[in-house]
């Protein structure tokens, strides 16, 4: 899961097929989806979004989502 | 010649724009929705550029996407120049496909080839060309580098679109077009692939088109059997996802063919990252370099340039008017109307060029060097908290230059009643235009702590929408759906040229108002105070102006200000919040702010003139954003909605500071 993962951790997607079907059509649009690599790059506080990095770019997406998305650690 | 330029989100179009465009644009509206386009003319003058906003593929997610589509069906356009960043290129490469199903001349600007030979990426532009069948032209638009080959090339005449079919969609979907292209040719000047392809994949607008020249039902019965087909032959989740995955096929083969990687360095954008959206100090972070932003707007450098300014106008400038005047003799009306009508309610504006353009030059920075996106990221979870989205927070800091662009960049949101919230709230954000107000009153009342005062009702107006949002997120805004990922690109030094041109596009329609509007209306309220029902060059306190503030001023004697000026100069600040100062120029007989500031005093205490500063803070969004909220939402009821809580808000904080004030013993 997500949200087990601390920054600095790479995973990678597994299943991303629970999560809101319009965050997951943007996440798609940037190239992430099921397969892709993903790396933690920091983690807000008080349950803010997350930082993540995959293919050499940033994405913001919230922890809500962020523990929706099935991810095996790399 | 028009050409289009479509690229994805932060691969530089802007950049790109500006370095092919001369300094001459125009803005115009595109047929049918009223969003604003942008549109420049090549500096060798070969035809016009049409700036469209940033997508990653044709079918949109937010209104801000759908214009390209609706562009691409509404509009003629003779060229596409497709911006790819380098060293994006499997991203970039969903749109060019899918642009080149549109089968209209096209050609690639590969940019920022540096930022991908930093990463290790090397990218072969002439084999790129030849697989796409497209010229591709390496450009790095920061610089201009390569643009100028690019000019050639759009210049050139024999670029003819591609007939080849780059994706084959596997035999079932290319059936299914077939069918599908059967329905529709003939009856289109588009390419009836890119319709259908589109059709398939689920995008509104082109469904829409399609239906309005086909039987929808029979085109949805090709779709139902094709995607069952799918689902049974190669269990694909949906028809949308499928053709996905075959242009990812199709990009993977041809990303192997074009590109070479090799070792990379950590790129200065993550270290930078480490530290301004680190959990601890992101935030503190952010409210230091508001801090300083304010400082520098309203204190350091701001306030020295506009009193500079206000000595050259008043000094100078009105001495030269006078001598002017008397040496054609003219008459004491037109003298008057000139020296206490134009030059007081204009020039008492145009004092306030320096701070503004300070203000917008800060907007522009944090806009163009990335920090933007990261301000989203840290303000996401108290935005969430309240029903808005961490987006929200971009079109509200804009609405601290200028309400109108704000509540425009509020299309960048996916979901509409988060739109919607934010298009409401961000006139509560404190637009330039409201500072001149406040210079004036804390000048003369609160010369002490100016920076302070000021930074206090800008931080009011967010506190109050943050408030706001919450209420109205929870009841008469009620939805679950929220969506929040936010592309952060990487930093970039911002460029001095780009800067400044981003500063003035903002800043000169303050100028531009000042010139006629602010002009127009001085005259107008001049001849108002001037005139009465005893006739012309009356005593001002029996003048028209006089008799319609008098009228509404009792509503504001329990807020602090019952005087007929403060009235009078309420209702011009509806037409533009600066026109209070000009309004209160002209009413005051003075000419300059120095002795407008020492003859407040008189009519207003220091705790009425807080009032007074937070009453125009509120009070009612001005003419052209209330214009902008009806033309964004096409909604009489929303707009009617956001002038009348933005002035029942207005009242009671104003009548909380006053009387509160009083009973503890302020005045």
């Not at chain 1, 803010?48 to 990095?53: N, R, S």
């Not at chain 2, 690639?108 to 080839?113: F, V």
């Not at chain 2, 580098?145 to 024999?158: F, H, P, Y």
């Not at chain 2, 994949?201 to 087909?229: C, F, H, M, P, R």
Request: aromatic share 10%; glycine share 8%; proline share 4%.
């Amino acid at each position: 899961m997500f949200g087990s993962l601390k920054a600095g951790d790479k995973g990678k997607i597994i299943d991303i097929s629970h999560v809101g079907h319009l965050v997951q059509r943007r996440l798609l649009d940037l190239g992430i989806t099921e397969g892709s690599e993903v790396c933690v790059k920091c983690v807000m506080p008080f349950g803010g979004p997350i930082m993540i990095e995959s293919c050499g770019q940033c994405v913001g997406i919230r922890r809500r989502e962020a523990v929706q998305i099935e991810v095996e650690r790399i | 010649m028009e050409i289009a330029l479509i690229g994805n989100p932060n691969t530089g179009k802007t950049s790109l724009f500006n370095n092919l465009t001369g300094s001459y644009e125009y803005v115009g509206n595109w047929s049918g929705v009223t969003v604003e386009k942008k549109v420049g003319v090549f500096k060798n003058n070969i035809g016009h550029l049409i700036d469209l906003p940033g997508v990653y593929t044709l079918n949109p997610l937010s209104k801000d996407e759908g214009v390209v589509t609706s562009f691409f069906l509404n509009e003629s356009v003779d060229r596409l120049l497709n911006i790819l960043d380098a060293s994006q290129l499997e991203r970039n490469l969903h749109l060019t496909l899918q642009l080149l199903e549109f089968e209209k001349p096209a050609l690639i600007g590969l940019n920022m080839i540096d930022v991908a030979n930093k990463r290790g990426i090397h990218i072969d532009a002439s084999k790129l060309s030849e697989v796409l069948g497209v010229p591709v032209v390496p450009v790095v638009a920061r610089s201009g580098k390569g643009c100028d080959k690019l000019v050639d090339v759009i210049a050139t005449k024999s670029i003819q679109p591609t007939k080849k079919n780059l994706v084959y969609y596997g035999k079932e979907v290319e059936e299914a077009i077939t069918l599908l292209t059967a329905k529709i040719s003939g009856k289109t000047n588009h390419s009836a692939r890119f319709l259908a392809i589109q059709y398939f994949e689920g995008n509104d607008y082109v469904k829409d088109y399609v239906n309005s020249i086909a039987d929808a039902e029979k085109l949805e019965a090709i779709t139902a059997n094709l995607e069952l087909q799918l689902q049974k032959l190669y269990e694909s989740k949906s028809l949308a996802n499928f053709i996905y995955l075959k242009r990812k096929e199709v990009i993977e083969s041809i990303v192997a063919d074009v590109a070479r990687k090799s070792n990379s360095d950590i790129p200065l954008s993550e270290k930078i990252d480490s530290i301004v959206t680190n959990r601890y100090v992101g935030m503190p972070i952010f409210l230091l370099l508001m801090y300083l932003m304010f400082m520098l707007t309203f204190d350091w450098l701001g306030t020295p340039l506009s009193d500079g300014l206000d000595a050259l106008l008043t000094g100078p400038v009105t001495v030269g008017f006078e001598k002017v005047l008397t040496a054609i003799n003219a008459s004491e009306f037109i003298h008057a109307l000139i020296i206490n009508g134009l030059v007081a309610g204009v020039g008492g504006v145009l004092v306030f060029v320096p701070q503004i353009f300070i203000l917008f030059f800060f907007i522009s920075l944090l806009e163009d060097s990335g920090y933007m996106a990261r301000v989203a990221l840290v303000m996401d979870r108290i935005m969430e908290s309240v029903g808005l989205n961490g987006k929200a927070f971009i079109p509200m800091m804009i609405g601290f230059g200028c309400n109108v662009p704000g509540i425009m960049a509020a299309r960048t949101i996916e979901t509409p009643r988060e739109r919607l919230l934010t298009i409401l709230l961000t006139p509560l954000m404190s637009c330039s235009a409201r500072l001149p107000v406040y210079a004036l009153f804390v000048g003369a009342f609160f010369a002490g702590n100016k920076a302070f005062v000021v930074l206090s009702l800008y931080v009011l107006g967010i506190v109050v929408a943050l408030i706001l949002a919450k209420i109205f997120s929870s009841t008469i805004l009620k939805s679950e759906t929220s969506l929040f990922v936010i592309e952060l690109p990487p930093y970039r030094l911002p460029q001095f040229q780009s800067l400044w041109r981003s500063t003035w596009d903002k800043g000169k329609g303050f100028v531009r108002k000042a010139g006629t509007f602010i002009f127009a209306g001085s005259v107008f309220i001049w001849l108002l105070s001037y005139a009465g029902p005893n006739g012309l060059n009356v005593d001002m306190d029996h003048s028209y102006l006089a008799a319609i503030g008098n009228a509404i001023a009792p509503i504001f004697a329990p807020i602090g200000f019952s005087t007929w000026q403060a009235s009078a100069s309420l209702i011009t600040g509806f037409l533009a919040k600066e026109a209070i100062i000009s309004t209160m120029n002209i009413i005051y007989f003075v000419p300059n702010d120095a002795s407008l500031q020492g003859l407040l005093a008189d009519y207003y205490t220091p705790l009425a003139a807080y009032s007074f500063m937070v009453f125009i803070l509120l009070y009612i969004p001005c003419l052209a954003t209330v214009a902008t909220i009806y033309k964004e939402t096409t909604s009489k009821k929303w707009t009617a909605f956001s002038m009348i809580y933005a002035f029942a808000i207005a009242y009671v904080l104003s009548l909380i500071i006053y009387q509160g004030g009083r009973l503890l013993g302020f005045v």
